[in-house]
């Protein structure tokens, strides 16, 4: 019988997959370069669960993905809640409020830098545990490398960024879901 903490965790991890494909897909024709309300706030909402998907995964996986999937878990989710920050102040941007001077300043140059940073590398190194783990789901694990260095590298290509990006939130988003499917589908055994 699934638990509760069981059910929620997975969900987490779905939810916030799809969440993160959505609004990527609703922000692409966004003229702003930013995106829209809707997409920000969709992207807002799909870094929260995520930290609540990061911490269910380990939990659910930590004897299979031990050490690296520690480490992964922790960079992503100081990642995201520092780019969760960031994406809030993007969700004012898009709803037409004067934010520029938020990262004025050092630490806040400093907090939008290194807050996805720490989020991709995150990604990377928890992807990586679930590749290197016996008798966990590798194909979500691989999906989260893909996405987010598909997703990533979008900034090296400006013209097409918005296009990459949506691939690599889509595809990282498949790991989300990947990994929520199989863990809740693994606790009803």
Request: hydrophobic residues 55%.
């Amino acid at each position: 019988m699934t638990t509760l903490s069981e059910l929620l965790g997975g969900l987490s991890c779905i939810i916030s997959g799809v969440l993160l494909f959505l609004a990527h897909l609703l922000n692409l024709g966004a003229s702003n370069g930013i995106g829209t309300t809707l997409g920000q706030t969709l992207v807002l909402s799909a870094h929260l669960l995520l930290v609540f998907a990061f911490f269910w995964l380990y939990s659910a996986y930590r004897s299979q993905i031990g050490f690296l999937g520690l480490l992964g878990m922790i960079s992503s989710i100081i990642g995201t809640i520092l780019v969760t920050a960031i994406v809030f102040v993007e969700v004012a941007s898009v709803s037409g409020k004067q934010v520029g001077a938020v990262f004025e300043t050092s630490v806040t140059r400093n907090l939008q830098t290194f807050g996805p940073l720490l989020f991709v590398l995150g990604m990377i190194l928890f992807g990586l545990s679930f590749l290197r783990g016996r008798g966990v789901p590798r194909g979500g694990g691989l999906l989260l490398i893909v996405g987010t260095l598909v997703f990533a590298s979008g900034s090296l290509v400006v013209e097409a960024e918005a296009l990459i990006s949506t691939i690599g939130a889509g595809l990282t988003g498949a790991g989300f879901v990947w990994l929520g499917m199989t863990t809740n589908r693994l606790t009803h055994v």
